[in-house]
């Protein structure tokens, strides 16, 4: 895929790291300091610019781009980007970075998938002090990630033991008409079945080779 992400604080220099083994990243910042977070071995491109500007998101390919990911600190800044990406150039991928949670409405009205920050950290403190056994681990840590797989009949008649790769990729859950099951390993994928596994991110180009996850 061709991506967009603009803003390269934490998130956005984090993002492009994870994206960049499998995908065209380029990356835009306003200021070339925060560009410097990539590293000298980052192999995408790295572009000083505004991305409130049509001209620099020209610049950054967005007429041939897959997804625009917005990742500033600025919320209403993150609103006008995503409102220019899906209104003028009609990308129909684009995921937002949100602090405010009374903004949320304003990204499901513009078609805009949107991360809420604040609502994540909360609760990601919260288990820290509550219950620091169970998903802060995966959030935080840099060795394993959760993906999810959308069923579109490859995986029919198969069971979870069958996708499992030991070491490598573990289901966890599958979503079922909005339903979340917690499956054993003899349960059956199911068609249109969301299945929610955790993957070791050293794993995780030859995961997607053997299970055919493009």
Known sequence: MYIIIV???RIGSHLAKLLQDDHNVVVVDKEEKNLQKLGENFNGIAMVGDGVDLEILKEAGIEKADALAVTTSNDNTN???SHIAKRI????????RVSDTGKDEIYRNLGVDSVNST???AT???????ESNFTTYVFESDRVTIIEIKNNGDFVGKKVKDLNIPGDFH???LVRNNDAIIPDENADICADDLIVGIV???????????????
């Open 119 to 121: 609502a994540i950290f």
């Open 124 to 130: 990601l403190i919260r288990e820290k002090i509550i």
């Open 89 to 96: 150039f009609n990308l129909s991928k684009v995921v937002s």
């Open 200 to 214: 070791r991110l050293a794993s995780l180009r030859n995961v997607k080779k053997i299970l055919g996850i493009k």
């Open 79 to 81: 609103i006008v980007i």
């Open 171 to 173: 289901v966890v859950t």
């Open 7 to 9: 803003g390269c604080g």
